[in-house]
């Protein structure tokens, strides 16, 4: 058995995660003003250049708006924020929306799998969280969509893998604006729910090839859905 090298971060990556899951978690509210950079640095307990590394970080995410001589604001996109000019002509187009798909099969069947041998505790505790805000969110189908994505991101991060994030980062914007499509459709909710349960079950096992399985499953599921509704979108 080949053993991992440990990953050190660096204080301002975990900075930034710790900001990113306050903001996610609602602990600040859209366009809210964030606590002063000396307050949060002693907060945090590290210093006002970590913290600015890791604002800047989540500024170039679009988590946070630094308004030079205002301060640094919580901001989070909408919906409509990922409808880019070029995003409407790719998700109207059928053949381009399963195109994603079966990029996103083979992207994330494998990476469920190693997610399943190098999530840490800490990892699939927030795995758990993210499925039990899903589940929280059932009337709000914008918000079970953004955790949808979240957890997906979740898995790319348990691999531990920085070419892995990358990749995912990189078409981060096509996931998030099909997503935010699938979850109108009608049976979207229970089956996102269940599928999600099935991998996280599969991943805290350590179950490499019933991670793979299930989120191979997942996949086929929800490249099915699209297919059927956008054929009846086109039959009207």
Do not use: C
């Not at 990556?13 to 978690?25: G, T």
């Not at 002509?89 to 469920?112: C, G």
């Amino acid at each position: 058995m080949a053993i991992n090298k440990i990953q050190r971060k660096k204080v301002w990556e975990e900075v930034a995660e710790e900001l990113q899951r306050l903001i996610i978690d609602g602990h600040w509210a859209k366009g809210e003003r964030l606590p002063s950079e000396v307050d949060l640095a002693k907060e945090f307990g590290v210093s006002r250049s970590a913290l600015r590394e890791a604002l800047r970080s989540l500024s170039s995410m679009g988590l946070v708006q630094i308004r030079h001589g205002e301060g640094n604001f919580v901001w989070y996109p909408e919906a409509e924020d990922y409808l880019n000019p070029l995003m409407p002509r790719l998700m109207a187009d059928r053949d381009d929306v399963l195109a994603i798909m079966e990029a996103r099969s083979m992207v994330e069947v494998k990476t469920a799998a190693l997610a399943a041998e190098r999530a840490t505790a800490e990892m699939l505790a927030e795995m758990e969280a993210l499925l039990g805000k899903m589940e929280a969110s059932r009337q709000d189908r914008e918000q079970f969509a953004r955790y949808d994505h979240s957890f997906h991101k979740q898995i790319a991060l348990a691999t531990q893998n920085n070419v892995i994030v990358k990749i995912y980062e990189a078409i981060e914007v096509f996931l998030v604006s099909q997503q935010l499509q699938i979850v109108y459709y009608s049976d979207a909710i229970e089956r996102g729910v269940n599928d999600h349960r099935a991998i996280l079950e599969a991943i805290k096992a350590r179950d490499k090839e019933q991670a793979a399985e299930a989120m191979s499953a997942h996949m086929e599921r929800t490249y099915n859905a699209i297919l059927e509704n956008t054929r009846k979108e086109e039959r009207h």
